[in-house]
């Protein structure tokens, strides 16, 4: 069955706010929505596969969305400037292209699976996503940080863990 493909990849983007990310609700009164959280990392295929093995159930969808960073204007004193529409295209492009080569690398093919990108912070949209799609859980993965990084630089995960108004489950790395 791993060859059969049951999920689709969204050519549609989320705009400014969660709630174009996905037209109304899909569900049906037995199915759940798992709602993972992604980026290109090794972490999110562990999430990914975690779902698959130990959460999925007949029914169940498998929502996938990949927080970016759209491309940003640079101002100065005396110039600014500003990503084209082109480049924009093609920075969303080079992240969808992402986010297909993740999805492709998981156990995830022959699942009831829609994944999107979401412009914006993680901390922001996957809460508001889960929200609003009335999910059971957000997985994300976890990276390993050790203390010191994750207090420097901080972590998503946790900041999810406690601000999301659903279960959040992190996927840590197996040990060494």
């Excluded at 969303?92 to 998981?106: H, M």
């Excluded at 990108?117 to 996503?129: N, S, Y």
Aim: hydrophobic content about 40%.
């Amino acid at each position: 069955r791993r060859g059969q493909e049951r999920g689709r990849i969204f050519s549609d983007r989320i705009n400014s706010t969660a709630s174009s990310c996905w037209k109304g609700k899909t569900t049906v009164m037995s199915q759940r929505i798992i709602l993972v959280g992604v980026d290109k990392s090794e972490a999110s295929v562990r999430a990914i596969d975690w779902v698959v093995e130990h959460l999925y159930r007949t029914g169940d969808l498998v929502k996938i969305v990949m927080c970016y960073e759209p491309l940003q204007g640079f101002v100065g004193a005396e110039f600014m400037n500003m990503p084209t529409e082109e480049q924009q295209r093609k920075w969303i492009e080079k992240e969808e292209a992402a986010l297909v080569q993740l999805i492709k690398v998981t156990n995830l093919a022959a699942h009831n699976f829609e994944a999107c990108l979401a412009p914006g912070d993680a901390r922001d949209e996957l809460p508001k996503l889960a929200k609003q799609l009335d999910a059971c859980a957000l997985v994300v993965g976890s990276h390993g940080k050790g203390a010191i990084k994750r207090a420097l630089l901080g972590s998503v995960s946790s900041y999810l863990v406690t601000s999301c108004d659903v279960p959040v489950i992190v996927v840590r790395a197996p040990s060494k």
